[in-house]
């Protein structure tokens, strides 16, 4: 029976939704329409994405730390990439 399993592809660092915003602007070049609000009841501050099971399990492990950096290499491949990995 083959293998099945999920993976969180994270680093252990939280982002901000405002650190991921203006993160996604600077490598998209395009102004984000957000509002800006008080948080809501059961709003997390940050969302941290451990990796420790795909490195156990794959020996994988992030290559990137800076949320800037994370967001540019990400919006590259999909500009290269438009139809994703079904090209």
Do not use: C
Not at 4 to 28: P, Y
């Amino acid at each position: 029976m083959p293998f099945i399993s999920s993976f969180n592809l994270g680093n252990g660092q939280g982002f901000s939704v405002k650190e991921m915003i203006a993160a996604t602007e600077k490598a998209t070049g395009k102004k984000i329409a957000a509002e800006i609000g008080a948080r809501r009841a059961g709003d997390p501050a940050q969302l941290i994405a451990s990796s420790d099971k795909v490195r156990r399990i794959l020996d994988w492990q992030p290559r990137f730390t800076d949320v800037e950096e994370i967001i540019a290499t990400a919006w590259r491949w999909h500009e290269k990439h438009p139809n994703g990995y079904g090209e």
